[in-house]
Nanobody
């Protein structure tokens, strides 16, 4: 099973990006999906998680700028990031587990990451 995070890129301050997370062998419908990021030279940090009921648990201070959603038809999960700034520069990862609950933070599968670079 492979989890794929994609959609990263290089943008300027204030711009937006939309990341995608999909699995190679199953749909992500019903799974909790955690989004994490690792800034250059720093430890990986939690960003947010979308529960199986589509409610979102925010861990980082991104509420109001970051939106997590699902496309049940595609079986994928998305992370829309708006008003980006340099502090959002990081490699972004999605992760999931068999539980639909974001309170579970032990993940079975991780994506390989997608780079987001924000410059002024």
């Amino acid at each position: 099973v492979q989890l794929q995070a994609s959609g990263g890129g290089s943008v300027h301050d204030g711009e937006s990006l939309k990341l995608s997370c999909a699995a190679s062998e199953f749909t992500l419908n019903g799974f909790a999906i955690g989004w994490y990021r690792q800034p250059p030279g720093k430890a990986r940090e939690r960003v947010l998680c979308i529960n199986s009921d589509d409610t979102v648990t925010f861990w980082a201070n991104v509420q109001g700028r970051f939106i997590a959603s699902r496309d049940k038809a595609e079986g994928a999960v998305y992370l829309e990031m708006h008003n980006l700034n340099a502090e959002d520069t990081a490699t972004y990862y999605c992760a999931t587990h068999r539980s639909g609950d974001c309170r579970v933070t032990s993940y079975d599968w991780w994506g390989q990451g997608t780079q987001v670079t924000v410059s002024s």
